[in-house]
């Protein structure tokens, strides 16, 4: 009977310890796709509601312009400097945003997809050529 538990207990802790290494690994990659994850920062806020997806952030409705006016007046308070900032509201809307910090550019575009009624955001961070 001891040898029974022994093995039932081994056989639950390998279980356990192959679950949590399984979503070790695939959180650790879930965000290979991008350059640079809000959530991991702290200058640079994530628009409340919008969750990631693969490569881009989404968010149920239409709410491209919020999201711009987000980032437009907030990333100024955490050292990003304006360099270019475009919203449209032609067809279905959307925006074009461009901050320095440093030696480094961010380039956040979203817009609303009408289709499936989504507001898809995305991030990108690259080194600035001068």
Not at 44 to 66: M, T
């Amino acid at each position: 009977m001891n040898k029974r538990m022994v093995l039932s207990f081994a056989f639950i802790l390998l279980i356990v310890s192959s679950v949590s290494v399984y979503k070790f690994v695939l959180e650790k990659h879930r965000y290979s796709s991008v350059s640079i994850v809000p959530e991991h920062r702290k200058d640079l806020p994530l628009y409340e509601g919008l969750e990631f997806q693969d490569h881009y952030y989404l968010i149920k409705g239409n709410h491209w312009y919020e999201i711009y006016k987000f980032y437009r007046d907030t990333l100024p308070h955490h050292g990003w400097k304006p360099v270019y900032k475009h919203a449209s509201i032609e067809d279905w809307g959307g925006f074009m945003l461009r901050f320095q910090k440093g030696d480094k550019e961010l380039h956040i575009d979203g817009g609303w997809h009408p289709n499936v009624n989504e507001t898809e955001t995305t991030f990108d961070l690259n080194p600035v050529h001068h």
